[in-house]
């Protein structure tokens, strides 16, 4: 179902250990993406963020490291479970460019009487996170 679905790619002119870190650290996290509390890269591990007035609850689910992370993502008040990839690859042409793709499945389990949890809502909000947010943090060090 492609309404469940959402793919945005990325190119970020950093190496794959910068953008690694910046999806992988807590202390960068907090810097572009959400204070997270109790991220641990280790599969099976739960952490929480809030993002406005929604608690994030997450359980890492698989790790290749400076490749891929991927966690569950659930909402406890809400019905619904997703699935977030974060697949990093380096540009085979260009030194110190890498590519992100990012996977999140599911979103249609959620309510789709709340526009928070609409597609326009989680393609917006990855936009803004990916093309502003990361982009600063990974290009600006």
Not at 37 to 51: Q, S, V
Not at 62 to 84: N, R
Not at 103 to 118: K, M, V
Request: hydrophobic share 40%.
């Amino acid at each position: 179902m492609i309404g469940n679905l959402i793919i945005i790619e990325k190119q970020y002119n950093c190496s794959i250990e910068a953008l690694w870190n910046a999806i992988s650290k807590p202390d960068a996290m907090k810097d572009w993406y959400f204070d997270v509390k109790d991220f641990e890269l280790k599969i099976g591990n739960k952490f929480e963020f809030y993002a406005g007035e929604y608690l994030h609850e997450c359980k890492i689910e698989d790790i290749f490291l400076y490749h891929k992370l991927v966690y569950t993502w659930t909402y406890p008040m809400y019905d619904g479970e997703s699935v977030v990839s974060f697949i990093i690859n380096p540009d085979l042409e260009f030194d110190n460019v890498s590519h992100l793709k990012l996977i999140h499945e599911g979103i249609a389990s959620f309510p789709q009487d709340d526009t928070n949890f609409s597609r326009n809502s989680f393609e917006a909000g990855w936009e803004e996170l990916l093309e502003i947010s990361l982009r600063n943090y990974v290009e600006d060090k």
